[in-house]
């Protein structure tokens, strides 16, 4: 069965020629409301600058590279938050998913699913996602050619989901690096489906922080990748963002600050009006 394209997920379209849209918010809920006021914010950066917006944040982050990292509130507080998220925004909500059993609850507050790229392969977790109805969104394993991805669609189309989404976020090279091949790009969205290009875990150098217990990554690249996709065809930029990532509680050295994205957005658009001729 052939992937949906566009796809739609609330009142944000993707794929197709479509205008380029953004999936963006903090890598992990933190204690205080930063949740919140991060969605809040985005929100009115993208609405004065007409982008499309899914926002995004994760209510647990099981492969963090320590035990002693923090993984977030879990589950039930997690739908607590995404739910005065919507009420406050309205905005389109997506989380990951890591478990099975996480599916069936968490896909009745967000309004698309995320199967992190360490699981892209879990055949029973992209059951249990796209039997939810939900569209997903997978991110392509480091570990995988762009054309292994034709297995990933065929199985959530298979399974029931009402659409798929694909994610480019680097390939493993070497130890504690990834590099971006961009011709990823158009060569998955040969399955059919949209592609988005996640500008910030691209960044990242797994493993790279002190004693190898964190992740490092170069921030400052953020947008040199994210310019990159956008003129290779991206239907969708993926970007993590905190208000002061170096005090971020999760993946801090590759998310991008919050108040350098609006220079960044209006950049991209600029790349996609002279793609589109």
Known sequence: MNPPNPVTIGPVTIGNGRPLALI??????????MTRRVAVRLKEICGELGVPLIFKASFDKANRSSRSSYRGPGLAAGMDV???VKEETGLPVTTDVHETIQAAPIAE??????VPAFLARQ???????????????????????PWDMQNVVDKLMDF????ALLTERGSTFGYGRLVNDMTAIPLMQATGAPVVFDAT?????????????????RRDMIPTVAR?????????????????????????????????????????LRIREAVAG
Request: proline letters at 7%; charged letters at 20%; a negative charge.
């Open 82 to 84: 995404f739910r005065a």
């Open 160 to 163: 029931g989901a009402s659409g």
């Open 109 to 114: 507050v967000v309004d698309l699913l995320q």
């Open 228 to 268: 990159a996709a956008v003129a290779a065809g991206c239907d969708a930029v993926f970007l993590e963002v905190h208000p002061d990532p170096d005090k971020a509680l999760s993946d801090g050295p590759n998310s991008l600050r919050l108040d350098d994205l609006p220079a960044l957005l209006k950049l991209l």
């Open 24 to 33: 963006s918010g903090p890598c992990v809920m933190e204690p205080s409301d």
């Open 123 to 145: 055949t029973d977790l992209l059951e249990a996602v796209a039997a939810t109805g939900r569209a997903v969104n997978v991110k392509k394993g480091q570990f995988m050619a």
């Open 201 to 217: 875990h691209s960044v990242q150098l797994p493993g790279g922080g002190e004693g190898g217990k964190t992740t490092a990554g």
